[in-house]
């Protein structure tokens, strides 16, 4: 074992780059895998995971884990107060366990699923303020066997896990709008810019959706504003329901809705278009019932002068075509140099 001083420099190194990683990026999924793997390597350890807590359930499960047959956990959920890491989760105190098979709190569930053998443990809590989050484990001691060293390094560990948490919560909510939890129009003036110049720079096509409930002012002045904003809710789950985790779904302003919808040719984002449209139609929001208009804009990638706000302005006007046309109803237009034939 490397003295004193040589480990305790190797775990200072390793949390400061923990923070210039956390300080530079916004990707937690990156920073609690680079997290696990550093702690289990520094405090020598044969496996190690971060369980997070679901905030309805309150159960506790995988997000990550590190070691042979860390995998085949991912399905396992421990319910509440069960289990070492359900037990530090309650009472907020990191825990060393020296015998795992001893301790009656022990969830044998996951042993048993993984075909793993969990000798001995370090379980600490990740917390944010005043909000627990879960539990950071480390397992099996490779060399010797665990001290009060190694549970408070993997506590700054977990310490790390938390802030990185909190950073992507918050800058979550700083992007989101309050009422539907949909992206909030700068952001998605933001991310169009960048899809529209992926999508000149490969030839790959790219489309926007604007869309508008229909006679929307109809639905306050007869339910109330706060019906009204139940619909508006009811209506961003349909098209966030509707669409690809790759598309970006936006509160645009007002009813108006946004959507931009990378990679799609034509033949799939009309069809795309209409089954929003329907969805609507026929989804009730607390016994009201509205439709909406679709104006897609769209773009093959073939037109280097064309920028974000004309892509824009192509699917507003065929907003304004639709609902013209008699609303509920979905008009295409394209964008760019001259289309197809």
Request: glycine share 8%; aromatic share 6%.
């Amino acid at each position: 074992m490397p003295p004193i001083d040589e480990r305790r420099l190797r775990q200072l190194d390793a949390l400061v780059e923990m923070t210039r990683l956390i300080n530079s990026t916004l990707d937690t999924q990156l920073v609690r895998q680079r997290t696990i793997e550093a702690a289990t390597r520094l405090l020598g350890t044969e496996a190690g995971s971060l369980l997070l807590r679901d905030p309805e359930t309150k159960e506790l499960f995988f997000e990550v884990t590190v070691g042979e047959k860390g995998d085949r956990v991912k399905s396992v959920r421990i319910p509440p107060g069960l289990g070492i890491a359900g037990r530090v989760v309650e009472t907020g105190e990191p825990e060393i366990i020296p015998r795992v098979s001893a301790d009656p709190n022990f969830f044998g569930d996951v042993d048993d699923v993984s075909g793993f053998e969990t000798r001995d443990m370090i379980c600490v809590p990740v917390r944010a303020k005043d909000r627990m989050l879960g539990a950071l484990q480390a397992i099996n001691k490779l060399d010797g066997h665990f001290e009060i060293d190694d549970m408070m390094v993997l506590q700054a560990f977990a310490n790390q896990v938390a802030v990185a948490i909190e950073n992507a919560q918050l800058y979550q909510e700083s992007i989101s709008d309050g009422l539907t939890g949909l992206y909030q129009h700068r952001y998605f003036e933001l991310r169009l810019r960048e899809e529209l110049e992926r999508a000149k720079r490969y030839g790959h096509p790219i489309s926007v959706m604007m869309i508008d409930i229909d006679h929307f002012k109809q639905v306050n002045d007869k339910h109330g504003h706060p019906a009204g904003d139940q619909v508006l809710k009811g209506v961003a789950a349909v098209i966030k329901q509707g669409t690809r985790m790759s598309d970006i779904v936006a509160r645009y302003g007002g009813e108006e809705f946004a959507v931009i919808v990378p990679y799609v040719p034509k033949y799939n984002v009309v069809p795309m278009g209409e089954r929003l449209r329907a969805d609507v139609a026929g989804t009730k929001f607390h016994g009201i019932n509205v439709t909406i208009c679709v104006g897609i804009g769209y773009f093959e990638g073939d037109d280097m002068t064309l920028d974000s706000e004309q892509l824009v302005a192509v699917a507003d006007k065929a907003l304004y075509e639709a609902k013209n046309g008699g609303r509920n109803q979905v008009v295409f237009a394209y964008a760019g140099e001259t289309p197809p034939s």
